[in-house]
């Protein structure tokens, strides 16, 4: 049993873990992205 | 005084090269499954002919060097970087039989580009190449992606020597405390990544109304070619060829991923996933690409090339991430990159694949952790220079746990950063003696030393010999980071002077 929920508990931060990882890229691209694109926006407009 | 290399080191190392390159006449064989299933009986003949003859080589130096030792530093070091040498050399055989290259020395270079996960492509033809062949190339980027030696490690050197060669292969954390399991989570988070990210492909080009087959060959090929940063595609048009946002975007994520450090990996994945935030070399890593795609910006104020915004963010955005993390992917032409793009943007681009992406990953180029600490290293100067003399300053930083930035972290930092600038110039200032305009010779050298694959146009099965082996050398030095080949070259000398 205890080696049952060991084995439980690893899976389950695996899981937590690829989620986060899967995410983390697109939020942190997105939101890179949308800083740069209103630098850039930002630059043009004063032109 | 350096000792010399006696008949005991050479043993040692040729010992563990036969077994590497027997190992390669195994992984030869899986290409094979691909031309058979595919119906490619001219390509599977080759890959056996290929496998034999590295079977056959290993077997006799195996038979010949039989004594299995511990290596040391100096042995463990030398046989990386020949063992890089030794899988171009090897791997370059099934590519020169495809008949797609218009030399061996044009084989030998597709070959160390894609162990090297560079991405500069010497081939002629690729869209009509059979599934064997192209296979094998995307196939090489991943193992050598993962690590020539890392693969090895899994499969067969034991005991002490194992520490001595991962190190050799510009990987110097040990995520846990066995190597051999830090080998193995390696391969626990490529594989995991591999079914993830080959299935969104696989749906994706699905959509797009490609066979099945077909689908399921581009999006593994496109994973292991995007997961280990190398840049390869099935295709001449690279990422063009799909014309799709959503390959571009699932691209990014996988390549992203790729150029994470696997110790950030290991930390997410085992209950603390906040180290993806509060890690230092993630926090540079988002400064960095925020300050060049800016740089890129303000390159197109005068020139826009660009049909409108959107398609200028999507290409220009693209282009700085894919060179940041060494993948070297383009959603533009290489014409596009020639004509079209403005000096400052090319510049934006340099640093990026320079800079290259994070440590103990798939990346190449200078790493992002050595930037940062760099720039540590300053502040923490400055603050010694405007503190009392009694003061006691100590820079702090978090990269899977907390380390506080010592003399050593600098030094190391700054020899490495010194040693690619001066590789990256060198190899800029050769490439202008062979007659071509200095920042498309920078931009080819950084790209071929940083391991990216991003091309302005240099890069063709027509450009000089010459400049096909300092290239060569350049993917060599950059993916080892210097150390283990200025080892084997210390070997190499010592074998030829008197003791």
């Known amino acids: 049993m205890e080696r049952l929920l060991k084995y439980l508990r690893i899976t389950y931060r695996w899981i937590i873990g690829v989620t986060f990882e899967l995410i983390y890229p697109f939020i942190t691209f997105s939101a890179a992205a949308i800083v740069c694109f209103l630098i850039y926006m930002a630059v043009i407009i004063k032109k | 005084m350096i000792p010399h290399f006696s008949r005991e080191d050479v043993s040692s190392i040729l010992h563990y090269l036969g077994r590497l390159i027997y ?277 197109f104020i005068m020139q826009f090339p660009f049909p409108g915004y959107v398609p200028f963010f999507r290409k220009a955005f693209y282009q700085l991430i894919s060179a940041h993390t060494g993948v070297g992917y383009s959603n533009i032409t290489v014409q596009h990159f020639l004509y079209f793009w403005p000096p400052l943007a090319l510049l934006g681009i340099i640093l990026a694949m320079g800079l290259g992406g994070s440590s103990s990953s798939t990346a190449g180029g200078i790493k992002i952790l050595r930037i940062g600490l760099f720039f540590k290293g300053i502040k923490k100067e400055i603050r010694i220079l405007t503190s009392p003399e009694s003061a006691v300053i100590v820079e702090r930083f978090h990269h899977i746990r907390d380390i506080s930035v010592e003399d050593n972290h600098i030094k190391m930092s700054a020899i490495i950063i010194i040693l690619y600038v001066a590789v990256y110039l060198a190899g800029g200032v050769i490439g202008s003696f062979y007659g071509y305009p200095f920042l498309p010779a920078l931009f080819e050298s950084v790209s071929a030393t940083a391991n990216v694959g991003l091309s302005m146009g240099i890069t063709s099965p027509l450009m000089p010999n010459g400049l096909k082996i300092v290239y060569i050398m350049q993917m060599w030095l950059g993916r080892l980071e210097f150390i283990s080949v200025f080892v084997l070259f210390k070997f190499i000398l010592s074998l030829k002077s008197p003791q």
């Not at chain 2, 994945?269 to 890129?296: C, D, Q």
């Open chain 2, 23 to 299: 190992g390669m006449g195994i992984v030869m064989l899986v290409p094979v499954f691909v031309g058979v299933i595919n119906m490619e009986w001219a390509p599977s003949i080759d890959f056996i002919l290929s496998s034999l003859i590295c079977l056959c080589a290993g077997s006799l130096i195996l038979l010949k060097f039989n004594e299995e030792r511990d290596l040391n530093w100096r042995q463990g070091m030398s046989l990386v970087a020949l063992s890089w040498v030794m899988a171009m050399f090897f791997g370059a055989i099934p590519l020169y039989l495809s008949g797609h290259y218009n030399s061996y020395l044009d084989s030998l270079f597709e070959a160390m580009s894609a162990f090297a996960t560079t991405g500069l492509v010497l081939v002629n033809n690729v869209d009509h190449m059979a599934y064997a062949y192209n296979f094998w190339r995307h196939f090489m980027c991943f193992i050598g992606g993962q690590g020539i030696i890392l693969v090895a490690l899994t499969l067969f050197v034991k005991g002490g020597s194992a520490f001595k060669v991962y190190v050799g292969e510009a990987r110097e954390e040990k995520i846990m405390p066995n190597i051999i399991q830090t080998a193995r989570f390696i391969w626990l988070v490529s594989l995991t990544y591999l079914v993830i990210g080959t299935s969104i492909l696989l749906f994706i080009n699905l959509l797009r109304d490609i066979s099945p087959g077909r689908a399921l060959f581009h999006s593994i090929c496109l994973f292991m070619s995007g997961w280990d940063t190398a840049g390869f595609a099935v295709q001449s048009q690279n990422i063009l060829y799909y014309h799709s946002p959503a390959i571009e975007i699932v691209t990014a994520m996988i390549f992203l991923l790729g150029a994470v450090n696997f110790g950030v990996h290991y930390a997410v994945w085992t209950g603390r996933p906040h180290e993806l935030v509060r890690n230092f070399e993630l926090k540079v890593y988002m400064f960095s690409i925020l300050a060049l795609f800016s740089l890129v910006c303000i390159g």
